[in-house]
């Protein structure tokens, strides 16, 4: 199969973008458009020199040495037709494990311009009651007291900005690509209280020399099992031992407040704006919160992919109502954006089988996502009286989920939470449901006050216990 390669010497690359967290999503959006752009010679100054921060991130870090940071992205189209690039914009990559002094040091360096992050919703440690930075986390309190020797993104980044702004190496840009309802004010939330406890003197540089613009990211990314990687590498004939597939549809849309300079990204497709809002209200309720609507009870039913998931009509009935009924009155449409057409292509998109995505992956941790993608418009359904049959569901889909361990066709599974804390826990345990309604996730609201929530909750909890999520969902139909 014909590859494309990069049209630019690698080599000759600098970078002027440094990234954390590089995980796939990163690979197969921003270092997509990034790896586009460079083949204008004016623009080789922005490669990306990708951070990792964690212990397991060393598989990945060895993998992509390995391979002089160069891999595989393979884009799986709708219509069956797949594209492979050989992405070279990934110009460093830094280990923070293994060398932390590395990751200070090119944070000050003057010439990264902008920092992006992929650390996920809940990577920025927001307390899910308050929605305030959650100071009295222990390794928050670690990199507080022991400037010099970070272990979190804020520390490595406050003392990064210390250094920077000590040698006089100039302004900075945090640009979050996290799925995230207004992404950069949450990240100027995280990082400037951080900075603030920290440091006062630093926080008053970042004051004037700091931007966070919101942005709104989109690209279905699977994770790349074992298997997917000898597949791609037959497709390729290239032994990438760090292969990334997506689907055909990408985009990215950001506040254009770039204090440093940025990349002319809107020549490979990025959308600038003054306001992401309507942008983001869109992706995120009515793309992700149906990833979640369709996710648990999927997994229950016993499906492990999206696209087989996606061939049942119960849960594609299920999606398009409450995208249609439920959502739909709450999304005003982006400016040139036909609602229809968005929504249609967003069943198109779960159901295309070159991705086959996993249901797991949409079902990990719930307890950060519920409060980003459904519970913003859960509130207003609930002030404005409407139907909550769907949104009830997936609420008793969860709690079974999370307390049974169990499919309905008797198949037991473990369940990635990594943010759930000890009450949480107690809370799952209880033999009471509506214990459950009291989850950390679900406290911008109190759902036991909404008779209509509760009433359809209990039915639903006790019906799937009963007859099974698939017998469940047939009766709401």
């Not at 497709?235 to 990215?252: L, N, R």
Request: with cysteine; hydrophobic share 35%.
């Amino acid at each position: 199969m014909d590859i494309q390669a990069y049209q630019y010497d690698s080599k000759t690359i600098k970078s002027g973008i440094l990234h954390v967290g590089v995980g796939n999503f990163h690979r197969a959006h921003q270092q997509f458009y990034t790896d586009q752009l460079l083949k204008n010679e004016d623009q080789q100054h922005w490669g990306i020199c990708g951070v990792c921060l964690l212990p397991s991130d060393e598989k990945i870090v060895n993998n992509l040495r390995s391979q002089n940071l160069d891999y595989t992205l393979t884009i799986c189209g709708r219509d069956g037709k797949d594209e492979i690039h050989k992405i070279g914009s990934l110009t460093e990559l830094i280990w923070g494990i293994e060398d932390p002094k590395a990751v200070v040091d090119k944070i000050a360096d003057r010439a990264i311009k902008i920092i992006t992050l992929t650390i996920t919703e809940g990577g920025y440690n927001l307390d899910k009651e308050t929605n305030e930075f959650n100071l009295n986390d222990e390794k928050i309190k670690h990199d507080l007291e022991n400037p010099e020797n970070p272990t979190t993104v804020f520390g490595f980044i406050a003392e990064g900005l210390r250094k920077r702004k000590a040698e006089g190496n100039g302004s900075i840009t945090i640009l979050s690509c996290d799925n995230l309802q207004h992404n950069g004010n949450t990240a100027k939330r995280a990082f400037t209280t951080f900075i603030e406890t920290q440091d006062k003197d630093l926080a008053e540089w970042v004051k004037t020399n700091v931007t966070f613009p919101n942005s709104m990211v989109d690209r279905i990314t699977p994770a790349t099992s074992p298997e997917d990687v000898v597949r791609l590498n037959k497709k390729s004939g290239i032994d990438d031992k760090a292969p990334v597939y997506c689907e055909d549809f990408t985009q990215w849309v950001i506040e254009d407040n770039f204090i440093a300079g940025r990349p002319a990204w809107e020549k490979v497709g990025v959308e600038f704006t003054q306001d992401v809002t309507a942008f983001e209200n869109m992706k995120l309720s009515l793309l992700n919160a149906s990833h979640m609507l369709l996710s648990y009870p999927s997994f229950l039913k016993g499906y492990r992919k999206v696209d087989e998931a996606m061939e049942d009509k119960s849960i594609v009935k299920f999606i398009r109502d409450f995208m249609d009924i439920d959502i739909t009155p709450y999304v005003p449409a982006p400016e040139n954006t036909d609602l229809e057409k968005y929504k249609q292509t967003l069943i198109e998109r779960f159901s295309n089988k070159s991705v086959s995505d996993q249901v797991s992956r949409l079902c990990f941790d719930g307890i950060s996502k519920l409060p980003v993608y459904m519970m913003p418009n859960l509130a207003k359904m609930i002030n404005d009286d409407k139907d909550l049959t769907r949104v009830a569901f997936l609420f008793a889909s969860y709690r079974h989920y999370l307390k049974y361990k169990i499919d309905d066709k008797g198949h037991s599974y473990e369940v990635a939470e990594p943010w759930i804390n000890e009450n949480d826990e107690n809370l799952i345990s209880s033999d009471d449901p509506i214990d459950f309604l009291g989850l950390s996730a679900f406290k911008s609201i109190d759902l036991k006050k909404s008779n209509q929530f509760v009433q359809l909750y209990e039915k639903f909890v006790s019906e799937i216990k009963n007859l099974g999520t698939g017998k469940a969902l047939e009766l709401i139909i």
